[in-house]
């Protein structure tokens, strides 16, 4: 039989249930003072102490407890509670001799009162919760094993994520040099192939222009040098043949003789101007695109007009296209010559076909009273650094959903066969891409369209 104190000398029902109580292996019982001494202890508490009760007696409580203790009572907390008079309960873990393992105890302190109702002393009941500890423990570490798991997922996640969306950048900036080089493949097979033809044609002009050019000027001497010899012929052999007299009379003599200078200066008239177009013709063709060199932007502008002047003519639903040239003195660049005259042509072509778009609606009378223009000008900007080409038209104009977009890729509002969205594209890559210039358009419903290129004249020289 475990030893108790002076319980057993009264025989009574409650107090035979508090010896029974006392007796119990798993609970720690104990009466202290309001001061926390230990008036009493059962057997439990004594050995889980290592102490006889007759030690434990007079201790404070929580000092012997805290011998063994891993966890500490909260003392500021029992010793407030035992000042009150009022019950506390705290859970605290301890280490038992020879054993490795942690064990835990919930510790219940309720006040006693005396006749009086005044708190004399406490009952200490503490019974073993280290399995629902344990239990708590295993839990709490599966929740941080949890966490880290969680953690180490978030932070795949996150790398896989950052993977993708490099793998999505590099997919894109793939996408747009395709897109870039597919531009330029088809800006430089345009302009080969329209190069090429035109050049073709200068060529084939060319040859028969240089007889012309060099014949005209002996023929013009021969017939010089037959007149004289008539004149000559008249005045040694007076002429009274009567048949010579008829044919001279018949031919005009004296107006043939008039006419002929004039007649071989209109001709020499027209070779220069075929010289003049095939100069123009040879400027436009340029495909010297792989190198920058001496450009003079009003020749290039007129070569292209040249190339386009059959689509300006008048026809029978509209009168001419007007163009009207305001060029200011400037420089010669350094540039890509045959790449600019393309985007002068993407320029102007639009501007042709916007007005004829418009000239659908538009009646004859009305449109020869207000007709259509081109207004092409160019000036140095004001530092002269820049040079500005501005190409408007007087046509429809277009509204802000299409002027954002005009520089799309593929982006037209022209009928299928009509147009392929590329002219101002690649229009936008010439300038702003080789030549480091800008290109913006300025526009409104029914106000026609401006486009303005500004070259950095520096810019250029120090690029190419
Ligand atoms: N001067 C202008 N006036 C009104 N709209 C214009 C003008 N210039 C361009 N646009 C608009 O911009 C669109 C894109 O022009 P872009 O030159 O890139 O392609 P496109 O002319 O339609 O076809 P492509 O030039 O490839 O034959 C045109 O379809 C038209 O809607
Ligand atoms: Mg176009």
Redesign the pocket.
Known sequence: MPQTSSLDSCIDFPLIVGQSLADREDLHMALIDRSGRLLWANQVFCMDNNQSCEMLIGQKFFKVLSQNAQHLPQQTYIREQLIKGESFKFEFAYQQEGNLTQSWLLMDGQPISNSEGIVSQYTLLATDITLRKQSELELHQAKRLLEQTNQALDVRVQERTAELFQEKERAEQAFHELQHIQLQLIQSEKMSALGNLVAGVAHEINNPLGFLAGNLRPAKNYIQDLFGLINLYQEKYPITDPDICAETEAIDLEYLREDFPKLISSMQEGVNRLEHISTSLRIFSRTDSDRPVSFNIHQGLDSTLLILKHRLLANEIRPEIEVVKAYSDLPTIKCYAGQLNQVFL??L???I??LEESQQEGRFETLKANPHRIKICTKLSENGQRVLISIA?N????TEE?KAR??DQS????EVG????????I?RQIIVEKHRGTLY?D?QVGQ??E?VIELNLNGIESEC
């Open positions: 993407n320029l072509a639009n501007a076909d916007a038209d046509g429809p104009g277009m299409v005009i520089f982006f037209t509002t022209k009509k147009g392929t969205g590329l002219g101002l594209a229009a358009c526009s026609g369209a486009f």
